[in-house]
């Protein structure tokens, strides 16, 4: 009797991460990207991040309340998600707009579906794509960063006489499409041109990414495969021919790393399945080259990843491997 077998219900693995180690590696990953974006765009930028940060908590810790819910705040995904936002603005954003985004991030497109885990998008980048469509001036106004002000006198007194807003600039896409001036690529690489917080700096991304991938938080299957997608369409669909495109200046421009390294590869939000996960990473690769060089926005990391977000339960489902005995399922 001593040699019973107990028979249990999954999981009967248990692994010792759990959310809050999860979602603490994120936070430290995410770091030097904060730190790029408050040396480029200075202290606006520390009260951004700080800002929604802080909003992202507190809507998290209402609406549990509210819905009489246990305190999920100590997870530190509400934190995640105001970062996330954080990094996905223009150091020029109005306060009160970001915290508008924190609210639906969290309360309208997290807790409303239930929480953690339950979310169908990704919360930080379906409050960029709202943001965009209700204040889409505000939302691509862009300023030079703070070293390139510096360098230019006439620049910085006109930004100390008017405020930050009066001096313009394009972002390298926008640049790319309105015909103007492309930085360079190094430029591009350590983060000294104008963007969103987060995503002006490659080096500082890539920092973070490879903490996660030692760390076992991500994969490279879908950073990789969803980067490599977009560098390959650039150089075939060059705007001189076939195969004239610069794989790096997309790579290098707009919210590609970012979006790759921390949105798209999201656990909530991405495939189970093996066979899923290389069709959605090339699926965000192939929507956001054809958002780029066949819409009217310059960018399109976003609202590709929106999309295919809403297509795993299909990819999920049509890549389910075969139960031991059963049929390969079509």
Known sequence: MENMLFVNSSPHIRSEVTT????????????????????FFGSRAALLIAVTVVSCVGFEYITRKVLKRSNTIGDLSAVVTGLI?????????????????????????????????????????????????????KMTSWTPPLTMLAADVDAVS????????????????????????????????????????????????????????????????????????????????????????????????????????????????????KKGTIIYAIGCGVLTMLFRLYTNMPEGVSYAILLMNVSVPILDRCTKPARFGGKAHV
């Not at 809050?20 to 040396?39: E, N, T």
């Not at 306060?95 to 807790?111: E, T």
């Not at 969803?226 to 195969?243: C, D, K, R």
């Open 20 to 39: 809050q180690r999860l979602m603490l590696d994120v936070i430290i990953a995410l770091i030097p990207a904060a730190f790029a974006g408050i040396y």
């Open 85 to 137: 936002l954080a990094l996905n603005l223009p150091s020029t954003l109005p306060i009160w707009m970001a915290v508008i985004g924190s609210f639906f991030a969290i309360v309208i497109v997290k807790q409303l579906f239930g929480g953690l885990g339950y979310n169908f998008v990704n919360p930080a980048l379906a409050a960029r794509a709202f943001l965009l469509v209700s204040y889409g001036a």
């Open 158 to 273: 006109l930004a100390t006489t008017e405020g930050i807003d009066a001096v313009s600039f394009a972002t390298p896409l926008g640049a790319l499409k309105g015909g103007g001036q492309l930085p360079k690529l190094f430029d591009m690489f350590i983060g000294n041109i104008g963007g969103s917080l987060g995503e002006t700096s490659a080096l500082a991304l890539i920092i973070g990414g490879i903490y996660l991938l030692v760390r076992g938080v991500i994969t490279w299957h879908i950073p990789v495969i969803y980067i490599g997608t977009v560098g390959l369409l650039a150089w075939i669909m060059g705007p001189e021919g076939l195969f004239t495109g610069n794989p790096l200046f997309h790579i290098l421009a707009g919210g590609l790393m970012l979006g790759a390294i921390f949105m798209a590869t999201d656990y909530t939000t991405s495939p189970m399945t």
